[in-house]
């Protein structure tokens, strides 16, 4: 089957969910965004839009909001110039707020450095000015392969200031898939670190670029900021230290307006499902979205609030929430370089009470791993600070959205699920703080001025309480203008399923509640099918998390004589579990019959496996597609964007002792 072509009908809808939170009075009067934006954005959408540009600087206005003529091909804020780093930074401290911190970077060994917006603004134009004098003009490509370090922003805002594209690659990558990234977008430019602290130790990362570039004759420098003093091989004319070619220069340059639809950068997504795509994103509408539904979804108030993503900027999370939407924004927010068990699993909490956080932005992933590591935990830290917290890059299990709010929010502050992807370049599916009474486990409903279905294979409206497909009727400011390249890639991967109704096939499977708000259930590919009936991995993975021993949980579907499918499962569990304990017959029987009172006796795993760790990509999902590889006895697919190739080994050898 091919990535995203989705299956014959429409999902079973079993788990119910039936809790509710909304927000304190408190809250909502103070909220940036209250019910009446959605009245707004109904009225007239583009006019909406227009609103929202309308808080950015642009140095020529827009002549025309939408061009949708061309579809799937969208036009945003047509003749409009603006420059998306003078956005970021200099209009602050034009406004009189160079003082204000923007970013408290915080090292992994304990080292920290904080950056007003007036440092920003110089060490920006410096990267700029080193770029020019690198012969970089608007239009080249830069590939940025680093740790989270302050550099690694400034690069991509000095990127963004000249007009140059950047293609940000997870640290984390190999050589071979950082050289066919750059291959990808033909870079002149790579800049890259000596090397990087993770899980307090220096690793290399310079000897990964050396490899790869041996094969990129595009690449002309590579420009390496020095962080852990480790050895590096060094190419006399082609490597450059980041201090010699940047520290020298001046610190003001003048930026240039461009395009609304410049090329911003190319992204390439998480490869959960397949091959990573490279997303080609342009400046206006995305700035425009990413900075809308980030002051709007987090409620953020510059003066005031503390806010903290803990994306890598290698994701599209950190591109749009760590770089753009908040920096656009005017926040203060912490940078944080390294693992969150370094040196102790309460590090994260650690630096939420250090810089009084008000706003945590993470992961489902990272949420159930900390159920894991156990409440205690945070409760040793003062997390009285925060006010939001939000989640992101996969279905949050209602029993993890239930222990993030009651454990680190205090029992009382408002959780937001944002459903998003690469694609769609900024929060598209979310509550607003201020305004909805929210559902664990669901993103609700689009946010104002967007538009979101969940259609049936014929790609008609689903009834509430109907499951299907979720689509994008409607487009929106911060989409995708494309993969980088291959035109027909993205007509083919996003627009054919629904080609009659125009509408952009997301490729996740969804499901209405009695009020119509959205629950996300996870990939269509990941969808399973037992004896002709329709099911969710989500779902019964939400119910394996739901048993008190269970920390995560992922569910395939592998190839069943009888019935078609039969669902496997993979368990983690949380701290505190005994192991022999819980991997015993009677416990594995009573996970088993949890999920078939939970959700019934169809979604009865056939097969329960407790495992140290499960495959996730670099951004922290479950790939599911190897675990079907694993439990269908297959060849182990694409790994290239695997956080750790050793996990399938255990996986694998777990795999050959049971059954
Ligand atoms: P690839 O497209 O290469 O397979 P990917 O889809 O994981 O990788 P991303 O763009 O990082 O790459 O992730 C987007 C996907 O993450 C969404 O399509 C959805 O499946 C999932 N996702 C993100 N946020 C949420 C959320 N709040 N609830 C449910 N699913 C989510
Ligand atoms: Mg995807």
């Excluded at 050396?210 to 060094?234: G, Y």
């Amino acid at each position: 089957m091919t990535e995203q072509s989705g299956q014959g009908q429409t999902l079973d809808n079993l788990l119910t969910e039936s809790r509710t939170f909304p927000p304190s009075d408190e809250f909502a009067r103070q909220a940036n965004a209250k019910a009446e934006l959605y009245e707004q954005a109904d009225a007239d959408r583009e006019a909406f839009w227009a609103e929202q540009a309308g808080k950015l600087s642009w140095e020529t206005s827009w002549d025309q909001v939408l061009d949708w003529t061309n579809p799937p091909f969208a036009k945003w804020f047509i003749g409009g110039k603006l420059n998306v780093a003078y956005n970021c930074v200099d209009r602050h401290v034009e406004a009189g707020n160079g003082d204000r911190v923007a970013i408290h970077w915080e090292g992994e060994p304990g080292d920290g450095r904080t950056i007003t917006y007036a440092e920003l603004q110089r060490e920006v134009s410096k990267a700029a000015n080193a770029l020019l004098s690198l012969g970089l003009a608007a239009g080249d490509r830069v590939a940025i392969y680093m740790p989270m370090l302050p550099e690694a922003i400034f690069s991509m805002l000095a990127c963004a200031r000249l007009g140059l594209t950047h293609s940000v690659v997870f640290g984390g990558f190999s050589a071979e898939a950082l050289r066919s990234r750059i291959d990808d977008a033909q870079a002149k430019l790579v800049i890259t670190a000596d090397g990087q602290y993770r899980r307090g130790k220096p690793a290399p990362l310079k000897a990964a670029v050396d490899e790869a570039v041996e094969k990129t004759p595009s690449v002309e420098h590579v420009l390496v900021v020095r962080r852990t003093e480790s050895e590096v091989e060094w190419s006399d004319g082609r490597d450059l230290w980041w201090h010699d070619v940047v520290d020298g220069q001046s610190d003001e340059h003048t930026p240039e307006a461009f395009d609304a639809e410049h090329p911003l950068f190319i992204l390439y997504t998480s490869g959960t499902t397949g091959k990573p795509k490279g997303i080609l994103h342009t400046s206006g509408g995305y700035l425009t979205q990413t900075a809308y539904t980030h002051r709007n979804v987090f409620d953020v108030k510059p003066e005031s609030d503390v806010y903290w993503c803990t994306a890598d900027i290698g994701w599209v999370t950190g591109h749009s929430y760590i770089v753009y939407g908040p920096l656009a924004n005017g926040v203060t927010e912490v940078v944080y370089e390294g693992t969150p068990n370094t040196p102790h699993e309460g590090r994260h909490w650690e630096i939420v009470q250090k810089y009084g956080v008000t706003v945590y932005y993470t992961a489902p992933t990272l949420i159930r791993t900390f159920m894991k590591w156990g409440a205690d935990i945070p409760a040793k830290f003062d997390l009285s600070s925060l006010r939001v917290l939000g989640s992101v890059g996969e279905p949050i299990n209602p029993e993890a959205w239930i222990w993030y709010r009651e454990t680190i929010g205090a029992g009382k502050i408002p959780v937001v699920d944002t459903w998003w992807q690469t694609e769609t370049g900024a929060i598209m599916i979310s509550p607003l703080p201020g305004v909805t009474a929210a559902k664990p486990g669901s993103a609700q409903r689009a946010l104002p001025g967007i538009s979101a279905k969940i259609v049936d294979e014929k790609g008609d409206e689903v009834a509430k309480g109907g499951g299907g497909y979720l689509v994008l009727d409607q487009p929106w400011p911060s989409m995708l203008r494309g993969i980088w390249g291959d035109e027909e890639r993205y007509k083919e991967t996003y627009w054919s399923r629904f080609a009659e109704q125009g509408y952009y096939f997301a490729g996740d499977g969804a499901k209405y509640d009695a009020d119509g708000d959205m629950w996300l259930l996870g990939r269509v590919d990941d969808v399973m099918n037992v004896s002709g009936h329709r099911i969710s991995t989500t779902e019964v993975e939400s119910a394996l998390v739901s048993h008190p021993t269970v920390a995560e949980a992922a569910v395939v579907g592998a190839t069943d004589p009888t019935t078609g499918q039969g669902i496997v499962a993979f368990v983690i569990l949380r701290g505190g579990v005994a192991e022999d304990e819980a991997k015993g017959e009677k416990a594995i029987k009573a996970l088993r019959d949890h999920v078939a009172k939970e959700i019934g006796p169809i979604a009865k795993p056939r097969q329960i496996m407790v495992v140290p760790e499960l495959p996730k990509t670099r951004s922290g999902k479950i790939m599911r597609r190897l675990l079907r590889d694993v439990a269908e006895n297959r060849e182990i697919g694409d790994v290239t964007t695997l956080a750790d190739s050793s996990v399938m080994d255990l996986i694998s050898e777990g795999m050959k002792g049971s059954s």
